[in-house]
């Protein structure tokens, strides 16, 4: 009889059930089958005549099983791993609005930039000068030629100041001017042109409120963060940090704007910039959904002037007048002249200055009622009339001098230079 492992198996002896075994899966007619039919136990094993002596049958059963189940695996593997390859995860469904807010903030990011505010100081020890930041905040590339705009506030009182764009670039910056007044500064960088890319500018004249409007800045050192609102109110106003001189025409938003924001870009839902972030309404400091931006069309006249001259020239009357609640204790509507330098534009046309004679009794100066006909109720109004005018420009100022009125011509003159 031919001994081989196949004939082993064919010829073992039955087992105690009828119904066989197979090892290997049957997918064709073709396939080969190993049918088992060895004893269930070591004892029928040892008193089987057709085993040699030294043959282990459980053993030998389970090497074959292993083998088959291992040569069944390799047979699959292929198909699992060609399965496993082919397998792509399903792509993220986002709405029209959802696509459109997406692309907006991938289109404009790369202009958006953190501004870091460095000052000098001392150590109180060792007494060495260190350089440590002591602010932050946010600005916007304007053109190619490396011009940064941001907010004053944002760069007040920096020894030196550094900007890092989208890509994590840093650069030293010099501040070109800037406007206290509108809380506008225009800073330069030299950086390579194919790094800047210059935000699109739109215009703020034909905003409505209710529109969509979206916020990129670097709120809490946290760069490049997205908010989203709606315009809330418009021409509201505001006063300058710095002067606290008013800023008209401001844009309210319910935008999340916090600390960092400031310098930061307003974008309408086309990606053009229509406003700077600016300030929070906040008992708190953190955003309470009133956020105030500059008009985009405020910002546009005074970057051009400072990037031309590095300074703004507005025209001013030359006066320091009294705080509006304390006109309103007097019972009187308009603004107190409390100093009119000699050597300014009003004291050069004969404003009087508020003044004590000599028995210390205060005397008024004179109160301004109106400007070229326009109403003057308090410092806002002045303000607001003076934004129309120009250097130059010869106004007509109505005031209040004891019990009469009087008219007297004043030429405006440039503000000072500031430093």
């Not at 941001?150 to 070109?176: C, E, F, M, P, W």
Request: aromatic letters at 6%; proline letters at 7%; glycine letters at 8%.
């Amino acid at each position: 009889m031919a001994t081989s492992c196949s004939t082993l198996f064919l010829h073992s002896p039955p087992l105690r059930s009828s119904s066989p075994i197979s090892l290997f899966p049957l997918r064709s007619k073709r396939s080969f089958r190993i049918f088992s039919k060895l004893p269930l136990n070591d004892n029928e094993d040892h008193d089987n005549p057709l085993l040699p002596p030294f043959f282990s049958v459980k053993p030998f059963f389970l090497l074959c099983t292993s083998v088959a189940l291992s040569f069944s695996l390799f047979a699959v593997s292929p198909a699992i791993e060609s399965a496993s390859a082919f397998v792509v995860a399903t792509p993220r469904k986002l709405q029209t609005d959802e696509l459109a807010t997406v692309r907006l903030f991938q289109e404009n990011t790369p202009s958006v930039v953190y501004i870091t505010n460095l000052a000098v100081r001392q150590d109180a020890f060792t007494l060495d000068v260190l350089e440590v930041p002591q602010g932050s905040g946010s600005g916007f590339v304007w053109d190619k030629q490396g011009h940064i705009v941001t907010n004053y506030h944002v760069i007040r009182g920096a020894s030196d100041l550094r900007v890092t764009l989208a890509d994590q670039s840093t650069y030293d910056a010099k501040v070109v001017g800037f406007d206290q007044d509108k809380d506008v500064a225009v800073l330069h960088i030299d950086a390579p042109n194919k790094k800047l890319r210059p935000i699109p500018v739109g215009v703020s004249a034909d905003l409505l409120v209710g529109q969509k409007v979206f916020a990129i800045g670097n709120p809490f050192g946290l760069d490049h963060t997205l908010t989203t609102g709606v315009i809330s109110g418009l021409r509201r106003e505001i006063s300058s940090a710095a002067t606290g001189r008013p800023i008209q025409d401001v844009i309210q938003t319910d935008a999340a704007i916090n600390p960092g924001n400031s310098g930061g870009p307003l974008l309408d839902s086309s990606g053009t910039l229509i406003g700077i972030n600016t300030a929070i309404y906040s008992p708190s400091g953190a955003s309470s959904g009133v956020g105030f931006s500059i008009p985009v069309d405020t910002v546009g006249g005074i970057v051009d002037q400072l990037v031309r001259f590095g300074k703004v020239t507005r025209p001013i009357l030359g006066i320091k007048f009294a705080p509006d609640q304390s006109v309103e204790q007097l019972g009187v509507s308009g603004v107190l002249v409390l100093d009119a330098p000699p050597s300014g534009p009003a004291g050069k046309a004969g404003l009087q200055s508020t003044k004590r004679d000599g028995y210390g009794r205060l005397i008024l100066g004179d109160i301004i009622t109106s400007v070229n006909g326009t109403k003057v109720s308090n410092g806002s109004d002045l303000y607001r009339i003076l934004d129309q005018c120009k250097v130059g420009d010869e106004v007509s100022v109505e005031v209040l001098r004891g019990d009469h009125k009087e008219k007297i011509s004043v030429t405006l003159e440039p503000k000072p230079d500031e430093s």
